[in-house]
């Protein structure tokens, strides 16, 4: 059964901190994406990787970064949490042109 | 940018009756893929269809395509209490990266 796993269901942070959420998948995949969700506005996309150590931005990569120093590990970082990051963060793996799996997501509030 | 746009926001039906959610999109597409959120979880997709197909079926699924109009709409037949859930669709760009743009997605309730 092909997997995406996140670290965390659910954090609590303190605004400041540096955040990190983990993904992992075990599908082989070269493309692995990180969106946020926020009710009303639907999955928005953060940062995606093409390639071990290749990145690019997407819709909104303000106050994130990401490291994907393996294939199967992609990581999301908040450089000094806010709370408008407070949201649902999820972790999606695909190969080339076709579906994309999906991990349980990860519920982070800073507070 | 939101590529997909999905309408209605909401739909609430009875068991029985059948479900018809429609996404549009802004750029040329290589696929299109619909996708299904239970509460507070990760997306599971439902279905993929190409740009260069009309019409596709799975169960009680079927998706169609535009190209034309840039819209494709899912339906689901005979819902059932279980199919509460919120739906997505995703556009698969033709150009450049391997990305997914998701829309705001339709809130489906099928009361018993």
């Known amino acids: 059964d092909v997997k995406v796993t996140q670290s965390s269901r659910y954090l609590v942070k303190r605004t400041g901190e540096k955040v990190f959420l983990e993904c992992v998948q075990d599908?082989?995949?070269?493309?692995m994406f990180w969106y946020r969700q926020d009710p009303g506005l639907g999955l928005r996309l953060i940062y995606f990787?093409?390639?071990?150590?290749?990145?690019e931005k997407g819709d909104i990569p303000e106050g994130y970064s990401v490291s994907r120093e393996k294939k199967e590990r992609f990581s999301l970082i908040l450089e000094s949490a806010s709370t408008n990051q407070t949201s649902m963060y999820l972790c999606?793996?695909?190969?080339?042109?076709?579906?994309?799996?999906f991990g349980q997501g990860t519920r982070l509030t800073v507070v | 940018s939101q590529q997909g746009e999905e309408d209605p926001q909401a739909l609430s039906i009875q068991e029985g009756e059948n479900a018809t959610m429609n996404c549009s999109y802004k750029?040329?597409?290589?696929?299109l893929q619909w996708y299904r959120q239970n509460s507070g979880r990760g997306l599971v997709h439902l279905i993929l269809?190409?740009?260069?197909?009309r019409e596709k079926h799975s169960g009680r699924l079927r998706v169609t395509l535009d190209t034309s109009k840039k819209s494709s709409s899912l339906l689901i037949t005979a819902s059932r209490a279980a199919d509460t859930a919120s739906y997505f669709c995703?556009?698969?760009?033709?150009?450049?990266?391997?990305?997914?743009?998701f829309g705001a997605g339709t809130r489906l309730a099928v009361h018993p």
């Open positions: 599908m082989d995949h070269e493309n």
């Open positions: 750029t040329s597409i290589n696929n």
């Open positions: 995703a556009t698969d760009g033709s150009g450049g990266y391997n990305k997914l743009i």
């Open positions: 990787s093409y390639d071990v150590k290749m990145k």
């Open positions: 999606a793996s695909r190969g080339l042109r076709t579906e994309a799996f």
């Open positions: 269809i190409r740009s260069n197909e």
